[in-house]
């Protein structure tokens, strides 16, 4: 509970500063390393027809980037924080399929789906030193096809609320369940994106 308070806290102070829409608020340094997450997420598959659980989904920003380029899937946002998702569902009133959630990813019922992905939202420090490998292993248990995340490499304040993994960790972790783990790195600095999938 202290976890997410500390997180919700943390955007609320940013929301103060820079305002619910902008990335800031959201933790992002600007809007096109934001989208340059996105992109890479997006090479996960084909995503047409697909369903898509979001986690983490904020101002509901992936959702519309994906209406940009995809035709017919269906999408599922969760956010824990109200103000983000009420602009989420603002931003993305005129797709019909997109539902959002309040709520916590790690309590409650998620929607199993195709695809799962994770923009961001495990980037969090947390009093659980094993949280990332529980939260990676109760996403991946909601895909029917794979599960894509990115997370930081490293963090411009070590002593902040972000933390930063080794690639090769989680890596090796995703391979104890999946024979099939993707690596994505240097199109950001201090970033990497990993694609468990389930064949």
């Given amino acids: 509970m202290l ?3 500390y997180i919700q806290k943390f955007h609320e102070d940013k929301i103060k500063q820079y305002g619910s829409e902008s990335p800031q608020s959201l933790a992002w340094f600007s809007e096109e390393d934001q989208l ?3 992109e890479v997420l997006a090479q996960i598959g084909n995503l047409n027809t697909k369903s898509i659980l979001d986690i983490g989904c904020g101002n509901g920003d992936l959702c519309y ?3 940009q380029y995809l035709t017919n899937f269906s ?6 924080i109200a103000t983000f998702l009420d602009n989420a569902i603002e931003k993305n009133k005129d797709f019909p399929t997109a539902t959002f959630y309040l709520g916590d990813f790690m309590q409650g019922t998620l929607p199993v789906v195709d695809y799962v992905l994770v923009s961001g939202s ?3 420090k947390n009093s ?3 949280f990332i490998f529980k939260a990676i292993t109760h996403l991946y248990a909601h895909c029917n096809i794979a599960l894509g995340f990115n997370l930081l490499s490293k963090t411009v304040n070590p002593d902040g609320i ?3 993994y080794a690639p090769k960790t989680i890596t090796d972790f995703c391979k104890t369940f999946s024979d099939n783990v ?5 199109y950001l600095e201090d970033d990497f994106t990993v694609m468990v999938y389930k064949e």
Avoid: M, S, W
């Fill in 3 to 5: 976890d997410q308070l």
């Fill in 36 to 38: 340059k997450r996105f």
């Fill in 65 to 67: 980037y994906l209406t």
């Fill in 75 to 80: 999408y599922h946002g969760i956010d824990r």
């Fill in 122 to 124: 495990l980037n969090y």
């Fill in 128 to 130: 659980d030193p094993d």
């Fill in 162 to 164: 972000l933390i930063a």
């Fill in 182 to 186: 993707r690596l994505k790195e240097n």
